[in-house]
């Protein structure tokens, strides 16, 4: 989160006089929760001049993140067939070269005892909203068919 807001560099230290130092945690060990560090703004979309502001302040990558983080969340919601939330993490972002974007998404037990993980990518000219917006319901359909049906029994 704090990196997408700028906060930190590619040094290990968080801007700040002095420093502050800090270890990432590799998503590979852990994801963050889906949207995490996207600071979103909304408005009446019949206001003109408020829009145009936010225009000027959106970000691109923040927005092909935070979309496809979202539709992989609503999707394992809306398709999962038990009564109780669990833990769903996903992380989209770009490739280091910046030629693709990398979808990592995870569902797993409250216990943490049975983790899922999907991953999906889009060539980086080719990643829009419509296709964040797509390739994080099909993650989302993924993660939840391989889930099944029992997957939370006992949880919720």
């Known amino acids: 989160g704090v990196k997408r807001l700028g906060i930190i560099d590619d040094v290990k230290s968080v801007k700040h006089d002095p420093p502050y130092f800090y270890n990432p945690i590799p998503i590979e ?6 949207g995490q560090g996207v600071v979103a703004i909304t408005c009446r979309s019949d ?35 038990w009564d109780g939330r669990p833990p769903v993490a996903g992380f989209m972002r770009p490739s280091e070269k910046s030629t693709e974007w990398l979808f990592n998404g995870l569902l797993a037990t409250p216990d943490g005892a049975q983790v ?27 993660v939840v068919k ?10 919720f």
Do not use: W, Y
């Open 47 to 81: 206001n003109t001049d408020v829009l145009s502001l936010l225009q000027e302040v959106d970000d691109h990558e923040a927005r092909i993140a935070a979309t496809t983080e979202r539709a992989f969340l609503d999707t394992v919601q809306k398709l999962s067939p």
């Open 116 to 142: 899922l993980r999907v991953q999906d990518s889009c060539e980086a000219k080719r990643c829009n909203e419509e296709m964040a917006q797509h390739l994080g319901q099909i993650a989302g359909e993924q």
């Open 146 to 155: 391989m889930a099944g049906d029992g997957f939370l029994d006992g949880f």
């Open 29 to 34: 060990t852990m994801l963050p929760g889906c």
